[in-house]
């Protein structure tokens, strides 16, 4: 029975701690608990944690909410569920930092006619939302790799530019995967600071066929750029390109993943992208945990190397919330207040022309062998959070058997999240999260029927509810 930790919350606006890199915290020791209450009592809650002074004010408040303040142990220990949740103060940056930006463009073949004319047509305009600061990187590919122009977005480079994009024109193969490497190298390379953003922009139609093609190792060259400071997402245009991979990128990558359906919505699709860099207050962002066994993070990818498990949250903007869902393991034998590890979250200010900021919590737990004791314990709005994101996991399975065409099991899925969704909204029906997920639901299986009809219907479908159940997740 899934069980989770104590309430901890602690903010830390105003609490960055200044360092010339941020590390991750020491180890601390798992399954030290305090005197054992008697059997079938509950343990006292826990005194509040109190955070080290802190050098200098941030950006970010973190918050740490379980789902029960005390865990119901079992022979085999406990699973926990807590909500990590991380806020971005202030308001956005009047003067932004400047923006080191690679815009990299599908030019094969399947971007002929409307595509190639509205990727254009949305590079253009993004131009003219960048600073005199900021320097751009054309790149287009197909059987080839090719940098079109390198500059700034004003005078004769900005000219240069907008000639380069103009000149593109559509035909070949797909070289994404060389494409990429090339920007995220270049952005490496640059001779940035600390002060400028690196952002990659990657847009495609379809499938890489040329050179690197391994999701995994596209991932991983992606994520090693994240460690070096450059940040990318994806922007899927059409049907026929593989989610995922564009949305493995932008995980590893630390940025958003975009389906485009059609070409009418290029233009605002990168108008957004682009309104989320001029926001950023914090980029970079990665939580860590230690001590503690991480079994999974709910919408994020996570990466466990010498007792510390990790998770890359990414560029965060002004007024954004980013809540993420944390399965952890409470081991058996433990009893009382049980102390299992730290909670460590680093980050660059970039309100402080990106210095490194960190700061850490205690993971603290009380427990109880009293099944009454812990539901009477559960937060509800944690409770909806965790549904939310169980429910876009179905949704997700749902979307990958219509993709195969098996729309039996996609609806009998889609009924079991329907019902799921109905009793959870019994217990909590002010719950917007919940009604609009079931909103969600309720048109993937009034939709089903026209998915039937053709290859194209079908796989519009799949990316539509593949895209909402990666929106929800990272919410």
Do not use: W
């Not at 005078?155 to 995220?184: C, E, K, M, N, Y």
């Not at 909204?425 to 917007?432: C, D, G, T, Y």
């Not at 609009?436 to 519009?460: I, T, V, W």
């Amino acid at each position: 029975m899934r069980a989770l930790l104590s309430l901890l919350t602690i903010a830390f606006a105003g609490c960055v701690v200044a360092s010339p890199a941020p590390t991750r915290p020491a180890p601390t020791a798992q399954g030290a608990s305090a005197a054992a209450p008697a059997p079938g009592a509950t343990a006292p809650s826990a005194a509040p944690l109190q955070l080290a002074a802190p050098a200098q004010s941030g950006p970010l408040t973190l918050e740490a909410h379980p789902r029960f303040g005390q865990v119901l142990m079992t022979d085999g220990g406990a699973e926990l569920d807590v909500l990590v949740r991380l806020k971005a103060n202030g308001a956005v940056p009047t003067d932004r930092a400047p923006v080191d930006l690679a815009i990299v463009l599908d030019r094969s073949g399947s971007m002929r006619g409307d595509k190639i004319v509205a990727v254009k047509a949305a590079a253009l305009k993004l131009l003219d939302q960048l600073k005199a600061e900021d320097r751009v990187t054309v790149i287009s590919y197909s059987d080839t790799v090719t940098v079109d122009a390198i500059g700034g977005p004003m005078g004769p480079s900005g000219r240069a530019l907008r000639d380069a994009l103009i000149a593109v024109t559509a035909t070949g193969s797909t070289a994404l995967g060389p494409a990429l490497f090339q920007a995220i190298e270049r952005l490496e390379a640059s001779d940035r600071g600390e002060g400028r953003m690196a952002h990659v922009m990657l847009l495609s139609d379809g499938l890489a066929n040329v050179g690197e093609q391994r999701p995994q190792a596209i991932g991983q060259r992606t994520a090693q750029g994240f460690r070096n400071g450059v940040s990318v997402s994806t922007l899927g245009v059409g049907l026929d390109y593989a989610e995922d991979l564009m949305t493995r990128v932008a995980d590893q990558g630390g940025g958003r993943y975009h389906f485009i359906k059609d070409s009418d919505s290029v233009a605002a699709v990168l108008s957004d992208e682009m309104a989320g860099l001029v926001a950023t207050v914090a980029r970079g962002v990665e939580l860590d945990v230690t001590g503690a066994q991480v079994i999974k993070a709910f919408g994020y990818p996570l990466q466990s190397v010498d007792g510390v498990s990790s998770v890359r949250v990414g560029a965060m903007g002004a007024g954004q919330t980013r809540e993420v869902v944390l399965r952890v393991r409470v081991p058996a034998g433990s009893t009382g207040r049980v102390d299992l590890g730290q909670l460590n979250v680093r980050f660059r200010d970039a309100t402080q022309a990106g210095a490194p900021g960190s700061a850490r919590l205690a993971f603290t737990v009380n427990t109880t062998t009293d099944p009454a004791a812990a539901k009477a314990s559960e937060d509800i709005e944690v409770a909806v959070r965790v549904s939310e994101v169980e429910s876009a996991e179905k949704m997700e399975q749902v979307a990958i058997a219509a993709s195969s065409g098996d729309f039996a099991a996609a609806g009998s899925q889609l009924q079991v999240a329907v019902d799921d969704l109905k009793r959870e909204l019994r217990r909590a029906p002010k719950s917007a999260k919940l009604q609009a997920q079931l909103a969600d639901f309720e048109e993937a299986q009034a939709e089903m029927k026209d998915a039937r009809r053709s290859d194209s219907a079908r796989r519009g479908y799949s990316k539509k509810f593949k895209s909402k159940a990666y929106q929800t997740k990272k919410r």
